[in-house]
């Protein structure tokens, strides 16, 4: 398997008492600025609002929503990211959901479902299969028996980007059928626009897998002499 380290480009300001250059309250903005990024990556917690639940169709939620039924059933119903549908509110309400904390989209953000998407068209799909996107996260499997190739510099060069990561089988081995090959998906729960389309470019036009089939081949021996 490839190996990608990433380095998180996080600036965090000096106090104060440190620089006396910084005020309080520059220090108290750059700060509150520091913790909204943090948060934002770790699922959007500084952009949340609470709307009611009859509300929330086309909404992304901010966190878990667990269903508990003695006896029987006891996980999360829906996932944070999940977008609400028509269908769910009934059952959201069952839960005794009435309120619900929702992602507030803002503009040039990418839910990470479409984000997803958006990387698997870098990969290319030939021969093989992927996976519905579930949670942010879509996987690649063979459809055959074959070589598995990757482009490993575009690779590198499209996961050295912010916030994304395409994790991949070693390229140049040989797969079978049903083998996992990759995996896709954005690090936090929404993305900017921007961060995406440097990716994009940092793939290139042609795709970043490929996997080609084993063909058999018909030889025969002629003989001649004694």
């Not at 998906?185 to 996997?211: D, H, M, N």
């Amino acid at each position: 398997y490839h190996t990608v380290f990433v380095v998180l480009r996080q600036e965090y300001p000096i106090r104060p008492t440190e620089n006396p250059t910084i005020s309080d309250s520059g220090f108290e903005l750059a700060h509150a600025e520091m913790i909204k990024y943090r948060k934002r990556r770790a699922g959007g917690i500084s952009d949340r609002k609470l709307i009611r639940t009859e509300d929330a169709v086309g909404q992304v939620l901010c966190h878990d929503m667990t269903q508990i039924i003695k006896d029987k059933y006891k996980d999360a119903r829906f996932r944070k990211g999940h977008v609400v549908t028509e269908a769910d509110i009934p059952l959201l309400l069952s839960m005794g959901k009435e309120h619900l904390y929702v992602w507030e989209m803002m503009p040039g953000m990418v839910h990470e479902n479409d984000a997803a998407e958006r990387l698997l068209a870098l990969c290319g799909q030939e021969n093989m299969t992927r996976t519905e996107v579930k949670e942010g996260k879509i996987e690649l499997r063979a459809a055959c028996s074959g070589v598995f190739l990757v482009d490993s510099a575009r690779l590198i060069a499209v996961n050295s980007q912010d916030e994304v990561m395409i994790a991949t089988r070693k390229g140049g081995t040989a797969v079978h059928k049903g083998d996992k090959l990759a995996g896709m998906r954005v690090i936090p729960l929404v993305i900017e626009e921007e961060k995406l389309c440097k990716a994009e470019q940092a793939a290139g036009s042609a795709p970043l897998l490929t996997l080609r089939p084993f063909v058999r081949k018909t030889a025969c021996i002629v003989a001649t002499g004694s």
